[in-house]
């Protein structure tokens, strides 16, 4: 079993920034693609930004020039660092992770998520 456990979530004033992590444990043979994705009130699940296990980044239009993705493999973690913070980006923040769990199964797992509140 692989757990996903998010942090850094907080209430932040607008133009402030936050930095989230996310570490995965258990049984990973590797981490694959990772996704930081944002869910606000009434709204779908969108992504924000992921990063390959090469290291290659993507990110939403919304969020270009302000958030950053970054990824410690030797830690199983991965980060999102959020500046210049809009009320607009308040939502909750999960991480997916592609997880290799042997030479050929992966699987997609989820955080459980982390409050982001901008106020203005």
């Known amino acids: 079993q692989v757990e996903l456990v998010e942090s850094g979530g907080g209430l932040v004033q607008a133009g402030g920034s936050l930095r989230l992590s996310c570490a995965a444990s258990?049984?990973?043979?590797?981490?694959?693609?990772i996704g930081w994705y944002c869910q606000a009130p009434g709204k779908q699940r969108e992504l924000v930004a992921s990063i390959s296990s090469g290291g290659s980044t993507n990110y939403a239009d919304t969020v270009k020039g302000r958030f950053t993705i970054s990824r410690d493999n030797a830690k199983n973690t991965v980060y999102l660092q959020m500046n210049s913070l809009e009320p607009e980006d308040t939502a909750v923040y999960y991480c997916k992770a592609n997880v290799q769990i042997s030479t050929y199964i992966s699987i997609d797992y989820w955080g459980q998520g982390t409050q982001v509140t901008v106020s203005s």
């Open positions: 258990g049984r990973i043979f590797r981490l694959n693609d």
